[in-house]
């Protein structure tokens, strides 16, 4: 693709972040109603995918405050840098690892050294908060996973379907508290829009990426795990098609995979089918049905139906209704912040971020390769 291509891409989405920045600090918005925790500084290192934005807002709302950031890509830099002009630009990694008064490094590296410079960020006593797929490879997750329990330091991948989704925050809140008795089954769908010109070379190569069921898929295993309330789990099956895109021939735009842990089942499909018409990058939606009723998250859109995102849906003994998120908080960044501060683990325990991963990466290892034929 072309630096104007990425650049443009990178402008949208931080006119779009944009939003959420200024209720942060503006009187009466979200953050007034909740306030901060004590700051934490940090910086970023690598911002090859824009999530890298709101991860950077999450944490801005939680108190934190984004002191410098490191990338070699330079369209993507001068995006960022107008983006956030308070931050410093840094011409290499090691000033912001070294630096002691930067206890948090935020990452959206291409994904395969995402777990390598998450190695190193905790070899220099920092936590690290990465983009989702935050590892790619089983032999990363054991190096991830050996480095963390040596130095304790936080080791977290932004699962921002849960994280930053008011009505899945809401629908977890309801989940928690008895709303539809005990949870059976998670099923939960990841369709995105692929945009081919304003991707990448590595999008495009597993190697480089993880695969669908790695990628897209490890959203669904945060919220599988979560709402069944699951410490283990294990794959039943899983399988990956590549349907329209011959001309990457390793390319996966569609998985779906079996799940079961010990609090519950879970259904996921993930895809690169979202048509043009719809109004945003993906119709993704969380069902989650328990013994005495089910709710229905639809993330983004309610097609043909109410306007905006956020849309949560109960059905139970009483009937069946519509929830209104608006005025949900957001409680991730505040609590992340709060455990880089005081060594805690409420906004995820360390635990289940890599048990997610593992079972993402179990998943896209064992999937049975789709070759339909006629005849």
């Known amino acids: 693709m072309t630096p104007l291509s990425r650049r443009d891409a990178l402008k949208a989405t931080a006119t779009a972040a944009a939003g959420l920045a200024a209720a942060a600090v503006l009187p009466g918005g ?118 963390q329990a040596e130095t304790k330091r936080i080791y977290a991948i932004m699962y921002s379907e849960r994280f930053e989704n008011a009505a899945t925050v809401r629908a977890s809140e309801l989940a928690r508290a008895g709303a539809i008795g005990e949870v059976v089954q998670t099923v939960g769908l990841g369709p995105h829009r692929i945009n081919p ?53 390793k390319f996966q735009d569609f998985g779906d995979v079996m799940v079961r842990g010990n609090g519950g089942t879970g259904y996921i499909r993930v895809d690169w089918f979202t048509p043009a018409g719809l109004p945003t990058w993906g119709d993704t939606r969380l069902t989650v049905l328990g013994t005495d009723g089910y709710m229905e998250v639809r993330k983004n859109v309610d097609i043909a139906g109410r306007e905006g995102a956020d849309h949560l849906f109960l059905a139970d003994a009483k009937g069946v209704r519509h929830i209104d998120c608006n005025a949900v908080e957001l409680p991730f960044g505040r609590l992340f912040v709060q455990d880089v501060l005081h060594r805690t683990e409420t906004a995820m325990p360390q635990a289940h971020c890599f048990l997610a991963t593992a079972l993402a990466l179990q998943a896209q290892q064992r999937a049975q390769p789709v070759v339909l034929g006629r005849g």
């Open 30 to 147: 979200l953050a007034a109603a909740n306030p901060p925790a004590p700051g934490v500084r940090f910086g970023v290192v690598g911002i090859s995918h824009p999530h890298i934005y709101g991860m950077v807002d999450a944490v801005a709302r939680g108190g934190g405050a984004l002191v410098a950031f490191h990338s070699d890509e330079p369209d993507l830099a001068a995006a960022f840098a107008q983006h956030y002009p308070h931050a410093r630009q840094v011409g290499d990694e090691r000033a912001i690892l070294e630096d002691p008064s930067l206890p948090l490094v935020l990452s959206s590296i291409v994904p395969d050294q995402r777990a390598p410079l998450g190695v190193r960020v905790m070899q220099h006593g920092k936590d690290y908060l990465v983009d989702k797929p935050g590892i790619i490879t089983l032999d990363q997750l054991a190096l991830a996973r050996r480095v």
């Open 197 to 249: 010109p304003t991707r990448p070379e590595w999008f495009w190569d597993p190697a480089r990426y993880g695969g669908i069921i790695c990628d897209i898929g490890s959203h669904q295993f945060d919220q599988f795990l979560y709402f069944t309330n699951s410490t283990r789990g294990e794959i039943v099956a899983s399988q990956v098609r590549n349907v329209r895109h011959a001309e990457h021939p």
